[in-house]
Structure formats: C-alpha cells, structure tokens
Nanobody
Framework: QVQVVESGGGLVQPGGSLRLSCAAS????????MGWYRQAPGKQRELVAS???????NYEDSVKGRFTISRDNAKNTVYLQMNSLKPEDTAVYYC?????????????????WGQGTLVTVSS
C-alpha cells in the first residue's frame, strides 16, 4: 500500500503565505512526477504545479511568480510554498504522486492522491 498525506493548510489573510507539505509512504520503488492540484467550491479540480523527479517544474499561469514547488526525493516529499495569496486561491489542495512499485518480476505505475488540505484566504 502507498499513501500520501498533506499538511500545512489553514486560514491566511490576503497577501500572506503558507507552505504545504505532502509525504508519500509505503511500498515505493521510486516516484516520478509529483503535483499539487486544487478544487474550489463549484469548480473542477485543476493543476496548480508539478515537478518531475529531476526537479523540472510546471505552473498554472495564475500562480506563476507567487508559488514555488519543490521536492526532497530522499524523503518522498513535495512542498508548495505559496506567497502573495489571494482570495481566489481559496480551495482544497490535493497532492498527487506517480509512484512506481516493484514486484519480483515487474514494475508498475500507481497514481496516488492525498485526502486534501483546505486553504482559505480571507480577511
């Protein structure tokens, strides 16, 4: 079994900062891409930022220059530093990890999602 657990959400005023963390644990051979997604009330889930195992990054346009994604491969952990937060950043933030698992004879890829952490930006 593999699970990912997010932490770091909460209430913050506009212009403030938060740092989200997501740790993957369990039977893991390696992890390919890791990413943060968010879903606001009444809206579809969207990609916020992603990072490859080689630390190449990709950001949704509205967060470029404000959010930074990073990872610690030794800890199977991904982070999202969020600065200059806006009310429109309010959402449940989900972590996703593309985990490679291995048996004695083959490897296979599993997409694992966290349970989500709520970020509320409000004065």
């Amino acid at each position: 079994q593999v699970q990912v657990v997010e932490s770091g959400g909460g209430l913050v005023q506009p212009g403030g900062s938060l740092r989200l963390s997501c740790a993957a644990s369990g039977s893991i051979f390696s992890i390919n891409d890791m990413g943060w997604y968010r879903q606001a009330p009444g809206k579809q889930r969207e990609l916020v930022a992603s990072i490859t195992s080689g630390s190449s990054t990709n950001y949704e346009d509205s967060v470029k220059g404000r959010f930074t994604i990073s990872r610690d491969n030794a800890k199977n952990t991904v982070y999202l530093q969020m600065n200059s937060l806006k009310p429109e950043d309010t959402a449940v933030y989900y972590c996703k990890a593309d985990v490679v698992r291995a048996t004695a004879s083959y490897r296979y890829l599993v997409e694992v999602w966290g349970q989500g952490t709520l970020v509320t930006v409000s004065s």
